[in-house]
Every structure is written in C-alpha cells, then in structure tokens.
C-alpha cells in the first residue's frame, strides 16, 4: 500500500510560482510511476506531468510545458511540481498519483495510489 500526501498549495497572483510537494509512504518509492493530476470546478480531472520511477524520463501536458517542471528526490521519497509563470486557468485542486506500471502515463485511469490533493488558486 502506497500513502501519497501532497503539500505546497496556496493563493498566488498571476505570473507567480508555487511548487507543490508529494512525500510516499512505502520502501519501494523508485519502482513508482508518478503523476501530477488537476481538477478545475465543473471539470474533468486533467493530466499534469509524470515522471519515470529513475526520474530520467519526464511527460508534460502541452499546457504546462515551457512553465511547470516535475522532479522527484528518491532519497526522500517525495515528487515535486514547481510551478512558475502561473495563469488564472492553472486553478485547480492538484492530486499526486502513483503506479508501479503504466501504459498511458496521461491516464489517470492507470494510477493505483492518490493522495487527497491541494489547493492551487491563481488570481489576476
């Protein structure tokens, strides 16, 4: 069983940068797949960013490339989304989620683990 807890969210005004955190439980933390979900109000849960259990290989969503940036410390067990250049559209709760095997890393359908998510609220 993997407990996933996400931390780092908050108000921020346009243009500003957060960067969320997601500390895992377990000892087996490389071996996991990790993702970062949103959901807006009224919307479906989107994809975010992933990022291969080594850390070399990471995804993007096409609306966050450029500006957000996934990253993971294996000695800590944590994943990372820092987030900078932020747009009122990045509004949303952000859920970390995890899996030891995917085959659409955009799916979150292919995720076994989530945490409870965090708020990310940026105003114009």
């Known amino acids: 069983q993997v407990q996933l807890i996400e931390s780092g969210g908050g108000l921020v005004q346009a243009g500003g940068s957060l960067r969320l955190s997601c500390a895992a439980s377990g000892r087996t933390f490389n071996n996991l797949a990790m993702g970062w979900f949103r959901q807006a109000p009224g919307k479906e849960r989107e994809f975010v960013a992933a990022?291969?259990?080594?850390?070399?290989?990471?995804y993007y969503a096409d609306s966050v490339k450029g500006r957000f940036t996934i990253s993971r410390g294996n000695a800590k067990n944590t994943v990372y989304l820092q987030m900078n250049s932020l747009k009122v559209e990045d509004t949303a709760v952000y859920y970390c989620a995890a899996s030891y095997s995917l085959r659409d890393v955009r799916s979150y359908h292919e995720y076994n683990y989530w945490g409870q998510g965090t708020q990310v609220t940026v105003s114009s």
């Open positions: 990022i291969s259990g080594s850390g070399g290989t990471t």
